[in-house]
Every structure is written in C-alpha cells, then in structure tokens.
C-alpha cells in the first residue's frame, strides 16, 4: 500500500513537472489582441463542433486546442487573412486525431460543420509541418485530463460514479475552451477547478469529504484555483459555448480557398508562416499521391483552386 502511493506521488509531481514544459502565458498574445481573441473562440468552437460531429473523444478536441493556442502564441495576426486561423484550426485538429483517433477522416471531409473556407490536402499537410515544427514536435503535452485520470483514480469512487464524474468533467472542461482566459491557467489548476465544481453536482457521495481529499493529494495554490473556479462559475452564467451532436453538414464550396501559393508568399505571412518555402516537394509526393487515391476512391467534389492575395 505504501508502495502504491510512493508511485502515485512520483507520477504527480511528474505531471507538475511536465505541465510546465508546453504552458505559456498565452493571456499577453490572445486577451490583449481582441480580433484574435475573436478568431480563436470561433476556430475553438468550430473544433468542438467536427469533434463531435466524428464522435472523437474528449482528449482530441483539448489536443487541438493546445496545438492551437501554442501554436497562435509565436503568430502575428493579420486581419486582413482571417483564413490564417482556420486553417490553423483545421491542421490542429487533424494533428490531434491522428495522435488519439484510430479512424482519421481524410482532410477534405474534415471540414464540416459550416467551415467558412475550405483547404486543399496539400495545403494542410505543408501546414501541418510548419505547425509540428512550431511545437517543437510535443504532441503529447500534460492537459487537464492527465489530472482528471490520475486524480480521480486516486479518490477510489465506484465505478459508475467514476464513469459519471469523469463524464461530467470532461463536458465542463470542453464547454470552458472557447474562452481564451482559461489558456492562462496551468493544466492542474484548470483539472482542480472542475473537478471542484463537479463535486457538488454530482450527488451520489457528500462533496466535502471528497474536496478535502482533493486538496489534500495536490497541495496546490488555492488563489488560483479560486480564480479558474469564479471564471467557470462566470462563464457558466453567460452561456457558454454548449456542446451537441450536429448533423453532417457538406462541405462547403469556398469562394476564398487558400491554395499552395499562399503558404510559399513570404509577402503572405509571417516568418513562422514562411517556413513552408522550406519543405521538399519530393518528401511530400508519396502521401499526396496516397491522398488523391483515396480522395478519387471516396469520389470528393473538385474544389475550386482560388487565390487569396497574390503571390510576389
């Protein structure tokens, strides 16, 4: 027994430690740039809607969102590209299914749910690249539910209270990330927050008992956690984002589709955006010609190769 808490405590202050390495103060890049607050809650929300929609899990969509904010923080937004976000969104959540999904949709039909413009293959796989380098390749950061999961094991419920809490949880945690204020808050402040606000919804134990338990395993800085739980309690009130099943909604025809040339104008985008004038055509050419197999095989529609800008 003691043995068993030995590790436990080890694999805690291992996430402690880990949480730190991919956290950033994303509050200077997304809260003080309101246009770019703005694009990110909708290229959020778009995420929770195809997550849905594929019946990903709960992981997928936090994954994107951490790709996606880690990735906004070293990006110089342009309002006059408002496609920089979304296919910023579209390329996060492809990265995030491949890493936790077992059936990945092909790229095209991933973008459902009433897209505002719609990406060739090519243009998310360069894309993808430019992303993985920017996170430095992490794609298996510590999130909220890597607390949840240790945490919710550790205060021993039964297995249907488990299931429910654990459901509960992950709702809650899924309805807060359109809002870019929780972006501040390290993982286990966020995993804390929720599970304390879960506790009195759920009624089959008294929630105290356990709250106690809860703090007593984390030792954690209590004046921010009461934050995160009066930035829940506020974003609960406003109506935040509410998570549902949508029906499939085809994939749109977008009359501003970003094509190759977008990505290889250094006039386009911004350094880290620059980067895809870098990667070999003939690294590529096996997985294209792959994606247009299959693509033909599915019968896709044709989109349309539009340019947005021109490139110098």
Not at 85 to 112: G, R
Not at 114 to 132: A, D, G, H, P
């Amino acid at each position: 027994m003691e043995q068993d808490l030995f590790w436990d405590d080890e694999e805690l202050q291992s996430l402690f430690y880990q949480e730190k390495e991919t956290f950033f103060e994303s509050n200077n890049i997304v809260e003080i740039e309101f246009p770019l607050s703005l694009a990110r809650k909708k290229a959020v929300e778009w995420i929770l809607k195809v997550n849905a929609h594929y019946g990903f899990s709960a992981l997928t969509a936090i994954l994107a969102v951490n790709y996606l904010d880690r990735f906004l923080s070293g990006l110089h937004f342009q309002k006059d590209k408002p496609w920089m976000i979304q296919l910023a969104a579209v390329t996060c959540l492809s990265l995030a299914a491949k890493v936790e999904e077992t059936h990945v949709p092909l790229l095209l039909d991933l973008q459902v749910e009433n897209t505002s413009y719609v990406f060739e293959s090519k243009t998310i796989q360069r894309m993808e690249l430019l992303v993985l380098s920017a996170l430095k390749w992490r794609m298996n950061p510590v999130t909220p539910l890597s607390f949840l999961d240790h945490l919710i094991r550790r205060l021993g419920f039964k297995s249907y209270i488990h299931l429910e809490f654990l459901r509960k949880c992950e709702n809650l945690l899924l309805s807060i990330m359109p809002d870019s204020r929780f972006a501040r808050y390290l993982p286990s402040v966020v995993a804390t927050a929720t599970m304390l606000r879960v506790i009195h919804q759920v009624e089959h134990f008294t929630a105290i008992d356990y709250e106690n338990q809860l703090l007593g395993i984390l030792k954690i800085n209590m004046e921010q956690v009461n934050d995160c739980c009066e930035l829940i309690s506020e974003t609960s009130k406003t109506g935040s984002f509410i998570l549902e099943k949508y029906r499939f909604c085809e994939v749109p025809r977008s009359p501003n589709g970003v094509m190759e040339a977008l990505l290889l104008s250094s006039d386009s985008l911004n350094d880290s955006w620059g980067m895809a004038s870098c990667i070999s055509s003939s690294a590529r050419q096996p997985l294209l010609k792959k994606r247009r197999v299959q693509e033909q095989q599915m019968k896709l529609p044709s989109l349309p190769r539009v340019f947005v800008g021109s490139p110098h």
